[in-house]
């Protein structure tokens, strides 16, 4: 098995991939959502799976096939459990972030070194009622809207750089 076709997820054999290793990974597509208020604050929730209590705003991967526009709506639905909201922004480029090294075995099989996100600022139409975060895809434990600028602080340190670049694109719409 060549470097590039060897596998770090659940069951594989061996250590960690190194530096080298990990860098050599595709980046895995996927979409977020910066979903403002009518106050102007952001929807975020805390991970169920992680025992830091991060927070973060929706996020997750692109079907194959699926528009990103139209992915960034499905995720929105699926973690938040509405989908009520209208597009106001795209992000001007694709934005990633690395996983550390430990991580990249136990994420997605260990095939991918990080994700590569395309990020939209939503304006929510609804209420706060309609917000079921234990849904069929649960990912979270609670929820709250929270001042933007505050969020590179809520998240996993890993991915604060990928927030502050986040903070910079969308902050005339705080």
Same mark, same amino acid.
């Given at each position: 098995m060549?470097?590039?076709?060897?596998v770090?997820?659940?069951g594989a054999?061996?250590?960690?991939?190194s530096?080298?290793?990990?860098?050599?990974?595709p980046?895995?597509?996927?979409?977020?959502?910066?979903?403002?208020n009518?106050?102007?604050?952001? %929807?975020a929730?805390?991970?169920?799976?992680?025992?830091?209590?991060?927070?973060?705003m929706?996020?997750?991967?692109?079907d194959k096939g #699926?528009?990103?526009e139209a992915a960034? %709506?499905?995720?929105l639905?699926?973690?938040?459990?509405?989908a009520?909201?209208?597009l106001?922004?795209?992000?001007?480029?694709?934005?990633?972030?690395?996983?550390? $090294?430990?991580?990249?075995?136990?994420l997605?099989?260990g095939?991918?070194r990080?994700?590569?996100?395309?990020w939209?600022a939503l #304006? %929510?139409?609804?209420?706060?009622? #309609?917000f079921?975060?234990?849904?069929?895809h649960?990912?979270?434990?609670?929820?709250?809207?929270a001042?933007?600028?505050?969020?590179?602080?809520?998240?996993v340190? %890993?991915k604060?750089?990928?927030?502050?670049?986040?903070?910079?694109?969308?902050r005339? $719409?705080?």
């Amino acid at each position: 098995m060549s470097r590039s076709d060897t596998v770090y997820g659940p069951g594989a054999s061996g250590p960690l991939p190194s530096a080298e290793q990990a860098a050599a990974l595709p980046f895995r597509l996927g979409v977020g959502a910066v979903l403002f208020n009518r106050e102007r604050k952001v %929807f975020a929730a805390q991970r169920a799976d992680m025992a830091n209590a991060a927070w973060q705003m929706p996020q997750g991967g692109i079907d194959k096939g #699926e528009d990103p526009e139209a992915a960034v %709506f499905r995720e929105l639905e699926e973690e938040t459990g509405t989908a009520n909201a209208r597009l106001i922004a795209e992000s001007r480029d694709w934005l990633t972030y690395d996983l550390p $090294l430990d991580l990249v075995p136990k994420l997605w099989k260990g095939r991918y070194r990080g994700q590569k996100q395309k990020w939209y600022a939503l #304006e %929510f139409l609804g209420t706060d009622a #309609e917000f079921d975060i234990f849904g069929p895809h649960a990912e979270f434990k609670a929820w709250k809207w929270a001042e933007f600028k505050e969020l590179p602080a809520l998240i996993v340190p %890993f991915k604060r750089d990928l927030y502050r670049r986040i903070l910079e694109e969308f902050r005339h $719409l705080s």
